[in-house]
T-cell receptor, first 114, second 114 residues
Framework: AQSVSQHNHHVILSEAASLELGCNYS??????LFWYVQYPGQHLQLLLK??????LVKGIKGFEAEFIKSKFSFNLRKPSVQWSDTAEYFC????????????FGTGTKLQVIP | ETGVTQSPTHLIKTRGQQVTLRCSSQ?????VSWYQQALGQGPQFIFQ???????GRGNFPPRFSGLQFPNYSSELNVNALELDDSALYLC?????????????FGPGTRLTVL
């Protein structure tokens, strides 16, 4: 069975600070990896995804994530956060190929202070 | 906007009752997945439907059941409601040819069980 761990439950940053949210997964096979964002009062939106190829993935709104296979990690980064990045961020993993079940982490709430 | 809609937005039921939640996805999205998101948690996979048949199921009891219709709509039915069923229920649809883990989420239905 696959699982996802997000170590930071609540992060508070000032505007312009750099962001890194941790995500580790557990699964014995090939995986696809995702970061989703949920802004207050809005639905889940896909930030970025990794299926194969370049382990450094760029997504929307200046976010990027790096897949490090040896560490089973897929950390989310942004060089300079804005107040509008205040949201909850979810890391997710699915098994690659066939019937694909998506498993989400428990989420990290990011609060950006102006 | 993902083109995925859910109804109703909010619902209050009492323990033991039955509930039906509805989801409508975009044309060409032939896979739908349902998730339960309890407060402070990430979405938990309930089940997935592909071409009107259940394609996979998470760790949820049989009183959680679903239907998918040819017009890209689907239903989640929960019988014998329990207090712990109080949560946000999300549906997500996947377009043909992009893998069932490429998902577009609806806004969710907030179910409260008293």
């Amino acid at each position: 069975a696959q699982s996802v761990s997000q170590h930071n439950h609540h992060v508070i940053l000032s505007e312009a600070a750099s962001l890194e949210l941790g995500c580790n997964y557990s699964y014995g096979g090939t995986v696809n990896l995702f970061w989703y964002v949920q802004y207050p009062g809005q639905h889940l939106q896909l930030l970025l995804k990794y299926f194969s190829g370049d382990p450094l993935v760029k997504g929307i709104k200046g976010f990027e994530a790096e897949f490090i296979k040896s560490k089973f990690s897929f950390n989310l980064r942004k060089p300079s956060v804005q107040w509008s990045d205040t949201a909850e961020y979810f890391c997710a993993v699915s098994n690659s190929g066939g019937y694909q079940k998506v498993t989400f982490g428990t989420g990290t709430k990011l609060q950006v202070i102006p | 906007e993902t083109g995925v809609t859910q109804s109703p937005t909010h619902l209050i039921k009492t323990r033991g009752q039955q509930v039906t939640l509805r989801c409508s996805s975009q044309s060409g999205h032939n896979t739908v997945s349902w998730y339960q998101q309890a407060l402070g948690q990430g979405p938990q996979f309930i089940f997935q439907y592909y071409r009107e048949e259940e394609n996979g199921r998470g760790n949820f009891p049989p009183r959680f059941s679903g239907l998918q219709f040819p017009n890209y709509s689907s239903e989640l039915n929960v019988n014998a409601l329990e207090l712990d069923d109080s949560a946000l229920y999300l549906c997500a649809s996947s377009p043909v040819g992009q893998g069932t883990d490429t998902q577009y989420f609806g806004p969710g239905t907030r179910l409260t069980v008293l």
